[in-house]
């Protein structure tokens, strides 16, 4: 939109454009498409807001005030869980620093505990734990199974 | 205007004098305003009282629901009453009272459509179409239903701009106020309203052109 519109776009919308500048504006619309559409698409919308102006008055019933102040009773005695947070920010805060070391420390925690096997136990490691006897002479299972036979309560 | 200016080579201020900012503080209404914010409750009702005729009819203006205004207006003014502590002056008391109202009744109608498509999700297919059946068609109607979709159709636009911007063009449009006006209720300047109102402007032509090309958009 060209500069001899938009400086006096408002009044001109609103139809309180002085004659001079009203003659200005609307010569330089009569040559220029591009101004003429895009003026033309708002004052069609500055039209449509007519309709929102209020039509009929609309008296609150007696005894409004004391309807507020019961709301208000009510919204002071219910805080909603999520207004606990943005009451007070210093708190909202400590518990996501809190979350973070406890996000941390746990984070520390398990990559300590990879590191004792970096790559995880070799395939040669497992089998050899399994196969290892527990009881001499013979195979893990059968022990176990000797030993459930030999047990008496 | 400062950044305003600089992304925008608006001709702006050529005309525009700079004018003094209202001090509202050191005002009889300022005085009220400091009562209430001390808790004194009859100040409070004093300013319900000289505004409540005010923000029904905005209410009413925007939500044409007469059995809710009244449900509006009260969490308007309890919303007055619990942040008017924060209420710092720089603009009228009945500028920041309008805001919140406006910003209310935006919320009251997203709300509505939420509860419309929650409930429609909850029918079957055959149920959808015999309530928009069953409901008249906007060529069906008569005049004063034809208002009404006008005012369903801006106010569609007007959820596509900021809630300032929204604000802004209500005071300006429906309230009759010039940049002038705007600029001492507001407490900005004449050249940074005139640049908000055009950009706000822009884009509902923009909006109004979407719609236009996805005309379901404009009943839903």
Redesign the interface.
Known sequence: MHAVVMESLEEYLSGTLKPAALRDIEAHLSSCAACRDEVAGMQEISALFREMAPQETIQPVPGFYNRVMRQVGGRRAAPAFASLFSLDLAFGRRVVFASLLVLAALGGYLVSRESEFPGGPSPDVVMAQQESPSFEGAPAHEAMLATMTSYEP | MGSLSGVLP???G??VAQKTRVDYQNTTEGALVQRAQAGDEAAF?EI??RY??KV???I???VRQ?ND??DI???V??KV??SLKSFDFRSSLITWIYKITVNECFDYLRKRKVRKLVYESDMSEDEVRRVENSEPSVARQAPMDD??A??D???K?LTRVSEEERHL??L???E?F??EELAEKTGMNENTI?VK??RA??K??KA??RLERSPGLVTG
């Open positions: 608006l001709p702006f050529s005309k009702r319900v009282d409540q005729n029904f009819s905005i009413h203006g925007i007469r205004v009244e207006a009260q969490q003014f309890a009453y619990l208002t009404l006008r005012r159709y801006v106010v636009l063009l209500m300006k449009e429906v009759g010039s940049v005139k109102l055009f402007r822009q509902l032509v109004a052109q």
